[in-house]
């Protein structure tokens, strides 16, 4: 049975969300600008792994105080299917994006039992002018290049107890408003650890079914959320609904991905209902597919 | 902190080889087990209980008392728990040490810390030559860990080195770092005379060196992230031990270009 917190419905439904392999990297550079620039090139095409291999995203900027090197950094977070799906992912975004990025250098930015690499394969780009330097449990790699020299950790943890899917449908009657309370809710989620948004700001308008009627497509558009299908197809809307925005979470732990679900919901009901906001829902397959569930009810 | 004193009875008549003789390994002993290891290198042998007072009980810290430059190989072999000596040592002192923590409240002799691969070392005298260095037969000298050594060092410091960070608060003597395959060894006294012939790689670092090999060249000036990682790393594991951070800019001097000339040294950039 459904809820009204604040003059937002929160249905009775739960998010279905599945078991991924995560890592986390830290980036550092001269200032954050810099090391802002790198995470958010190498994190970029990362929405979802069906289309672009893996889903990433920054989890927090970090102070000098926090990073091998003593300078600003940010940490990014990238999930796959597997350890060995990450893999490319890391080579290419690493070698292209971060290894490219002027005075950047990169770290593992995750403890776990299972390690993969990361400075492995853009070692290499130094051409046998590379050295590496080992220090305690860690070894850094040393490319020279044209500002000096890349600095590069040569492995980072993965942990294979990671959660993709975690999501909220933020359902209203105010499309400028509910894009507004929507960043709210990203805004509340970026302050959790160990979590990303994937999706363009952490927002996705463009919510997904399983399948379609076309041979070769894995996914397709959610008809049933579709305000301009009502009338036409089972929908799931009301007659006063203008739109429809869906975060996704993916997170380190599944513990993190209830957090972080907590904290958005908990920003679209204190402000949602005076920007159109009317309801809060979430995706599921009927919990046959995914192996983590998040109850609504449970995490207000 | 319970753990066995050693205390030698009278000055040594002749080497004493302490190899093996670590906390771990006497705790798993009885008394008159312990008192019959054979610590001698002649032919009759040197039983323990015969060059020491033994007192104590088992634990993880072993205590050398009355020591001196005739006790070979102390620390050799140490995995676990800490020995502490005080007075000198003799060679090899640390010999293939994986871990734990070898403290030493005097000089140490030469080759400390050859084929060490894990483990702190602490001096707080002076070390001989060939410190981290390899011994007739060994590939490679120091493999790994840790080695604090609050005065000077004799000559061919990190002779054969692999990996490994070698501090030394004084100056190191001539040829430190010689045929040195990888590692680190700060002088903060400052690099004795030629150091790094046939250097392949690894890192000499200090405020000065006495005198390049002409196949040493200047790279210049520079900013190196690594220089910022190795002062952070050492702060972090050292605390006020660690070795005060080098300025911003240093001088990489890179060599030995008769050998493949990955080796470099680190000095305050002027």
């Not at chain 1, 392999?21 to 620039?37: E, H, N, Y």
């Not at chain 1, 046959?288 to 207000?300: A, C, T």
């Not at chain 2, 007075?87 to 002192?93: C, I, N, W």
Request: proline share 4%; net charge neutral.
């Amino acid at each position: 049975m459904s809820m009204t917190v604040n003059g937002v419905v929160v249905d009775d439904t739960f998010a279905e969300a599945f078991g991924m392999s995560g890592t986390g990297i830290i980036i550092t550079a001269d200032t954050l600008k810099w090391a802002r620039i790198a995470a958010t090139v190498a994190t970029g095409f990362g929405t979802s792994v069906i289309g672009c291999g893996a889903e990433c995203g920054i989890d927090r900027e970090l102070s000098p105080d926090e990073t091998p090197d003593g300078r600003p950094g940010v940490r990014i977070l990238m999930f796959g299917f597997s350890p060995d799906a990450l893999v490319p992912q890391i080579r290419n975004r690493i070698g292209q994006c971060v290894l490219t990025s002027p005075g950047s250098a990169c770290y593992a930015g995750l403890k776990a039992a299972q390690s993969i690499g990361l400075g492995k394969a853009p070692r290499f780009f130094g051409d046998g002018f590379q050295t590496a330097k080992k220090l305690g449990t860690s070894r850094y790699w040393r490319v020279p290049v044209m500002d000096g020299e890349f600095v590069i950790e040569e492995e980072t943890g993965v942990t294979t107890e990671a959660v993709g899917g975690g999501n909220m449908l933020i359902v209203g009657n105010d499309r400028a408003g509910l894009l507004e309370t929507a960043e709210e809710a990203v805004e509340a989620i970026s302050k959790v650890d160990d979590v990303i948004t994937p999706f363009p700001g952490g927002i996705v308008r463009s919510g997904s079914k399983v399948g379609a009627k076309y041979s070769g497509m894995f996914a397709s558009t959610n008809d049933a959320f579709c305000p301009t299908l009502r009338g036409t197809v089972k929908s799931e809307l009301g007659p006063d609904t203008l739109a429809v925005l869906e975060i996704v979470i993916d997170g380190l732990t599944s513990k993190a991905v209830a957090e972080a679900m907590r904290a958005g919901l908990k920003a679209v009901t204190n402000s949602g209902a005076k920007r159109g906001v009317t309801r809060i829902t979430a995706g599921n397959y009927g919990g046959k597919l995914g192996q983590h569930h998040y109850h609504l009810k449970d995490l207000i | 902190m319970s753990g066995f004193t050693l205390r030698l009875k009278a000055p040594a008549t002749e080497r004493i080889n302490l190899a093996g003789i670590t906390p771990a390994r006497l705790a798993s002993l009885s008394s008159h087990e312990i008192g019959s290891l054979n610590v001698g290198i002649e032919k009759g042998g040197l039983a323990l209980g015969d060059a020491f007072d033994i007192s104590g009980s088992a634990g993880d810290t072993l205590t050398i008392e009355g020591s001196g430059a005739a006790l070979d190989f102390v620390g050799g072999g140490l995995d676990s728990g800490s020995i502490r000596i005080i007075g000198d040592v003799g060679a090899y002192a640390a010999r293939k040490m994986t871990g734990g923590k070898l403290e030493i409240r005097g000089n140490a002799g030469n080759y400390l810390g050859s084929g060490t691969t894990g483990g702190r070392i602490y001096v707080s005298g002076n070390a001989g030559d060939n410190l981290g260095g390899a011994i007739a037969g060994d590939r490679f000298g120091m493999l790994g860990g840790l080695a604090i050594i609050e005065g000077n060092v004799g000559h061919r410091a990190g002779e054969k080195m692999r990996r490994g960070i070698v501090i030394v608060r004084g100056k190191t003597g001539e040829g430190t770092g010689t045929r040195m395959i990888g590692g680190t060894i700060w002088a903060e006294g400052g690099i004795g005379p030629t150091p790094g012939l046939m250097m392949r790689r690894g890192t000499l670092i200090g405020p000065s060196v006495e005198r390049l090999l002409p196949t040493f060249v200047d790279c210049g000036k520079h900013d190196l992230v690594i220089i910022r990682i190795l002062a952070r790393y050492l702060k972090g594991v050292l605390g006020d031990l660690a070795p005060k951070p080098m300025p911003l800019f240093v001088r990489k001097i890179a060599g030995d270009m008769a050998a493949i000339g990955r080796g470099e040294i680190l000095l305050p950039a002027s």
